[in-house]
């Protein structure tokens, strides 16, 4: 098989220290107002990207574990990039006065190093993490609930899709970036593989304007959209950086999700099927005006509590068929 990369996303800035804790685009999904009612995520999710620097002042509280599958040691799963420190960031960044909150802070995470140094892996190495996601178990008896992959490439690879399909079986909820292939036209298609299984949450990037970006995919299977345009996260070294790409709005689903999950299970009494937490994530959706192609379901929005007119008018018909 051929190499997969970190979907082609762009540095726009590195910083010392966060000039607020909140970016915007935490704030944007709203995810604060879930946080005022104590939810703030409380389940495993599944960074498959280039590692992350555990070391790192927002992030050391955060993660659960990782395994390397790039051929280095298995136990090695920093980040001799950047990217997957910035992805976890936008997730789970705890929320302690300092540098940045993630919109799920006291979420977990498990790491899993599936990209090197230039950002590039094996499929093997992919699907293999994929799988171990799906079987790993934690101390305590945590599970993976959301699988998180911003990376991708023009191949529809068959095991890929076959392993997806198991984790989804699992009950595991698997989020992936659209691709930064767009042309700034609604109409085009642009696919890049695994975002584009039926299978997946697929997510398109919007900018603080709630604009789409001119470079977020456009296609028939995109769920919904989330900030990824001058996103401030982790970097390696204690440091933060800015970074606009599709990359940086599927984290922004991934937290979103986990607080999702939290909030309904509390409220159901009962642990929600993948399908049931899908159906919640685009529930929680506003629509910015775009077509199906480019918005999907809509831009995530997280409700505290709902109307029952807002109920009403997300109804199952709404919901993009998968």
Partial sequence: ???????????????????????????????????????????VVAVLDTGCDTSHVDLKD????????????????????FHGTHVAGTIAAALNGEGVAGGAPESKLLILKVLGDDGSGSYEGIIE?????????????????????SLG???DVPELHAAIKEAVAKDILVICAAGNEGDSREETVEKAYPGYYKEVIQVGAIDEKKQLAEFSNTNDEIDLVA???????????????????TSMATPHASAAAALLIQKEEQEFGRRLTEPEVYAQLCKNTVSIGLSKKAQGNGMIFLRAEESAEETESKTAAEVNQR
């Avoid at 001058?230 to 800015?242: F, H, I, L, Q, T």
Wanted: charged share 25%; aromatic share 10%; with cysteine.
């Fill in 1 to 43: 098989m051929s190499k997969v990369r970190l979907i082609p996303f762009k540095l726009e800035e590195v910083f010392d220290s966060a000039q607020e804790e909140i970016p915007y685009g935490i704030s944007l999904i709203n995810a604060p107002e879930l946080w005022d009612s104590e939810v703030k995520g409380n389940c």
């Fill in 62 to 81: 955060r993660v659960i574990g990782g395994k390397n599958f790039t051929g280095g040691e298995e136990g090695d799963f920093s980040d001799s990039h």
């Fill in 129 to 149: 993490a994929i799988r171990y996601a799906s079987e790993w178990k934690g101390d305590s008896g945590e599970t993976v609930r959301i699988i998180s992959m």
């Fill in 153 to 155: 490439g023009p191949d």
């Fill in 227 to 245: 900030p990824g345009v001058n996103v401030v996260s982790a970097y390696p070294g204690n440091k933060y950086a800015k970074l606009s790409g």
